[in-house]
C-alpha cells in the first residue's frame, strides 16, 4: 500500500471511530430495558447466529445474518439494546473460530462501521416513522435497512479499496451489491417477529431462527455459486496468462535482447495506464500487448533482427510486418480484452507517418500510444546490438522531441515527469530468467525427407552500382582476380601476412577507411589476423565469438553491414580507459569453398561514412581473398610465426 492511501486509510478509520464513540456514549448516556429477559434472550440468539457466516468474494472477509438482529432490535428495542446487539455479535463473529488472525485495527474498525450503521438506521426509522407516517410501519422498516444497508457496506467498500488499492465502486459492485436482495428479506422477517410479538408474545418470535438458518444456507450456496465462476474465471485468466507467457517465450528464443525490456517496458506501462486512467480492460490489454507486441518478428528472418547495423530497405519492408503477423497471430488466441489493436498499431506515429496502416492522433489505440512511447525510451537507454546505450537523461529527450511528431504528447508529458521515479521501480523488479530452450541442441535421428535436400544460393540484396563508378568496380573486379589467382601459389613459401598486406594496399586506393582489420575464424572465434590505421592495438586485442558483436554477425549470417557501429565489436570498449572516435563499419564475409572463414571490416570517424557504392567494390575485392586465405590456412597450418609476423606488419601499418 502507498504512503498515501496508508494514511488515507488511518485517518479513515479515526474518523469512524470517533462517530462511533460519539453514537455510542450519547445512546448509553440514557440507558434504558423494557424487559431485560427478552434482550438477554436476544442477546443469546444474536451470539448462536454469528456462527452462521460466509466468506465475501474478491475480498478478504465475512458477513453474517447479524443485521436481521439489529433490524428486530431497532423495531423491538431501545437504541441502547440495539446498538449493544451490534456490538457483541461483532465481537462474536470476529472471534468464534476466525479464518485467520485478525489485527486489532480490524476489529476497532468493525466495531465502529457497526454502530454507525446501526444509529443511522435506528434514527432513519424514528424519523420516518414520527414525521412521515405518524407511526411504525412497513416504509420506516425498509428506510432502516436500506440505510444499513447503504452506511454498512460503504464503509467497508471504502476501508477495502484504500487498503487493497481497489476502486471503490468496483469493491461494492462485486463483493456487498449482491446482499441488498438479502437485507430487503430480513427487513420482511423482522417485520414477521414484530407482528408475533405484538399479538402472541416475544417468545413466539424465537420461532424465526429456522428462518434464520435457511437465509445463511441460501447465502452459503449462492456465495458458492459466486465462487465457482470466480474460480473458472480464474482458470480462464491463467490460461491466458500461460499463452502470454508462452509466446513471450517464442520471442525470447528468437530474439535474446528482448527479456529484460519486456518486462521493464510492463512496468513503465502499467504505471502510465494508472495516471492516464485507463478502464481495467484496456489495462490488461496494454498488460498483455507490452510483452506480446513483437511476437510478430517470429516471421523475421533471424539475421534481420540480430543484426548489429542499419537494416538496408529490403531488410527494413521485412521488418515492417512484424505488427501485422502479430495481430494475426494473437487473433488466433481470443483474449478477453482488446490486445490485437495494440500490437497491430503499436509502430504507428502521432502524426500519421507510422505504419503498418498510417493511423494519426487520437484514432491510434491508446494502448499502442503508451506502449510505443515506453517501448522507444527503454529501447533508447538500453544497449542493442547495433549501439550502446544512451543515459536516461538523454534517452528521455529524444522522446520528448517527438512529442506531437511520433508519440502522443500528453503521453510524453507523463513518461517525462515520472521517468525516474518509474526507472527505479522497474529496477527493483526481479529479474526473471527465461527457462533455457534446447536451441543448440544436435538432433541425431531422422531420415532425409522424401523431397530430398536443395541446394539454395543466396542472391546479392544490394544494388548495382552507379553508372559513373562502373570503372573503379572493373579495378575492383581485376584486384580480385589478382587476389584469388595469388592465394592459388601461396603454398610455396608465401604465407598469410603477405596476402594481407597486399590486400591493404589495394583496398586503401579504392575505399578510403581510417582502420582496417581482417579477422580470420579459428575456432568459432574471429581473431585479427591483421590490423592497420587508428587504434591497430585495440583491434588486435579483440576475440570475437562467431554470431556477437558487429563482425561476428557478419560471419554468422555471411551478410554485409553498412555504416555500422565499431563500438559494438565484443570487448572493443569495455575498458573505461579506451577511447576511439570510429563512428562507422563497413564489414563483409570472406568466403571459402565451403564456409565464412573470414570477415574483412572497415573503419571510419565520420557517420554514415562509406556508401553502397563502397559496399560493392569491398565485396567484389574479398570474393577472392575468402579462397585465397583458405588456402594458406591449409597449406601453412596455423603457425606462431604467421601471427608474429601479422603483429609486426600491423605496426608498421599503425606507424604509417
Partial sequence: ??????????????????????????????????????????????????????????????????????????LEMSLPETLLLG?????????????????????VFNLSQVTVSSAAAYVAYKLVSTFVLHGPGPLALLVAAITHFACNTTAMSTIIGLTEDKPVSKVWTESYLWSFPY?????????????????????????????????????????????????????????H?????????AIEAKDQTTGEHLQRVRVYAMELARDLGLSEDETE?????SVLHDIGKLAVPEHIISKPGKLTPEEFEKMKIHPIVGAEILEQVDFPYPVVPIVRAHHEKWNGSGYPNGLEGEA????????????????????????????????????????????????????????????KLANEQPVQAPPKLSTDVKVERGLAPDA??????????????????????????????ALSEFGVKLGTGLNLEDTLSLLAVRVKR?????????????????????????????????????????????????????????????????????????????AVPLEGGVSVVGVLALYRAGADAFTRDDLSVLQAMGAGLGLAIENVLQHAGKSSGVRTSALASAARAGAD
Fill in 1 to 74: 500500500m502507498s504512503w498515501a492511501r496508508q494514511i488515507g486509510a488511518r485517518a479513515y478509520v479515526a474518523g469512524m471511530g470517533a462517530v462511533a464513540l460519539v453514537c455510542f456514549g450519547s445512546a448509553f448516556f440514557f440507558w434504558h430495558s423494557s424487559d431485560p429477559v427478552k434482550f438477554v434472550c436476544y442477546l443469546a440468539a444474536v451470539i448462536l447466529a454469528s456462527s452462521l457466516k460466509v466468506s465475501l468474494p474478491s475480498i478478504e472477509g465475512t458477513l453474517s445474518v447479524n443485521f436481521l438482529f439489529t433490524l428486530i432490535g431497532i
Fill in 87 to 107: 456490538l457483541v455479535s461483532t465481537f462474536a463473529q470476529f472471534y468464534w473460530r476466525p479464518a485467520r488472525r485478525l489485527k486489532m485495527v480490524q476489529l
Fill in 183 to 239: 437485507y430487503m428479506v430480513g427487513a420482511a422477517i423482522a417485520g414477521l417477529v414484530s407482528f408475533l410479538n405484538r399479538h402472541i408474545g416475544w417468545q413466539a418470535s424465537l420461532l424465526v431462527l429456522p428462518p434464520i438458518y435457511l437465509m445463511y444456507r441460501s447465502y452459503r450456496l449462492y456465495l458458492g455459486k459466486l465462487e465457482a465462476e470466480k474460480q473458472h474465471a480464474e482458470k480462464v485468466s491463467g490460461l
Fill in 241 to 249: 496468462l500461460r499463452t502470454i507467457e508462452a509466446l513471450a517465450l
Fill in 285 to 289: 490489454a496494454l498488460r498483455a500487448a
Fill in 364 to 423: 491510434i489505440p491508446i494502448g499502442a500510444r503508451i506502449l510505443a512511447a515506453v517501448d522507444c525510451l527503454d529501447a533508447l537507454a538500453s544497449d542493442r546490438q547495433y549501439r550502446r546505450a544512451l543515459p536516461l537523461e538523454e534517452a528521455m529527450a529524444k522522446v520528448a522531441s517527438e512529442a506531437g511528431i511520433s508519440f502522443d504528447p500528453r503521453v510524453v508529458g507523463v513518461l517525462e515527469r515520472r521517468y525516474v521515479e518509474l526507472e
Fill in 452 to 481: 530430398g535436400f536443395a541446394e539454395s544460393e543466396t542472391p546479392s540484396v544490394y544494388e548495382t552500382p552507379a553508372k559513373g563508378h562502373l570503372d573503379v568496380m572493373a579495378v575492383a573486379r581485376q584486384e580480385a582476380q
Fill in 510 to 586: 579504392l575505399v578510403p577507411h581510417d582502420s582496417m582489420a581482417v579477422y580470420v575464424v579459428r575456432d568459432k572465434v574471429l581473431v585479427p589476423e591483421f590490423v592497420s590505421g587508428e587504434n591497430f592495438r585495440l583491434f588486435f586485442s579483440l576475440r570475437i565469438p562467431i554470431g556477437e558483436g558487429l563482425s561476428g554477425w557478419v560471419a554468422q549470417n555471411s551478410k554485409p553491414i553498412l555504416n555500422g557501429s565499431p563500438s559494438v565489436e565484443p570487448g572493443y570498449l569495455n575498458d573505461p580507459s579506451r577511447f576511439s572516435t570510429l563512428r562507422s563499419a563497413l
